[in-house]
C-alpha cells in the first residue's frame, strides 16, 4: 500500500467512527427520555390507582397512614413503586437524563390531566410526551 492509499484508509476509518458515536449518542439520550417518561407514567398510574381503590377525590389528600399524608410515601408502603420510585419522587435520586423530579403538592391527589409527579426537563428537547391525558 502507499502512503496515499493508507491516509484514505484511515480518514474513512474516521468518519465511520465520528458517525458512529453521534449515533450513540442520540440513542443515550433516546433512553433517558424514555426511562424518564416510564418512571412518570408508572408513578402517574399508580397514583391513580390507588386514589380509585380507596375512593379519593381529585384534589382530595388521603388519610393520615404511618403518620403521614404523602401519597407517594403510602404508594410504597403499599406495594404499588418501588424504593428507586420512591426517592426519585422525593427528589433524591435524578431522572435518566439528569433532571430532577418534583412533586408540587405530595400530599394532594392531582386534578384530571395533570401529573402527581414532574421532570424538570420535561419542556427541554422533547423529554416528556405531549400528552399525558391517557395516564
Same mark, same amino acid.
Request: hydrophobic share 40%; with cysteine; glycine share 12%.
Given at each position: +500500500? ?8 484511515? +480518514? ?11 449515533? !450513540?449518542?442520540?440513542? #443515550? ?12 407514567? %408508572?408513578?402517574?398510574?399508580? &397514583?391513580?390507582?390507588?386514589? %380509585? ?6 384534589? *382530595?389528600?388521603?388519610?393520615?397512614? $404511618? $403518620?403521614?399524608?404523602?401519597?407517594? &410515601?403510602?404508594?410504597? &408502603? #403499599?406495594?404499588?413503586?418501588?424504593? #428507586? ?8 435520586? #435524578?431522572?435518566? *437524563? $439528569? ?13 384530571? *390531566? ?13 423529554? !416528556? ?7
Amino acid at each position: +500500500m502507499t502512503l496515499l492509499e493508507l491516509t484514505v484508509v484511515i +480518514m474513512v476509518l474516521l468518519g465511520l467512527i465520528s458517525v458512529l458515536f453521534i449515533g !450513540a449518542r442520540a440513542w #443515550k439520550r433516546g433512553s433517558d427520555r424514555a426511562g424518564c417518561v416510564v418512571t412518570l407514567r %408508572n408513578v402517574q398510574v399508580a &397514583a391513580r390507582s390507588y386514589q %380509585n381503590m380507596y375512593g379519593y377525590n381529585y384534589g *382530595g389528600r388521603p388519610y393520615a397512614e $404511618g $403518620g403521614t399524608q404523602d401519597i407517594a &410515601a403510602h404508594l410504597f &408502603a #403499599k406495594g404499588y413503586i418501588d424504593s #428507586k420510585v420512591y426517592d426519585q419522587s422525593r427528589g433524591l435520586q #435524578k431522572c435518566a *437524563g $439528569g433532571g430532577a423530579y418534583t412533586c408540587p403538592l405530595p400530599d394532594i391527589f392531582p386534578e384530571a *390531566g395533570e401529573l402527581y409527579m414532574t421532570c424538570s426537563l420535561s419542556g427541554t428537547d422533547d423529554h !416528556a410526551p405531549a400528552s399525558h391525558a391517557g395516564w
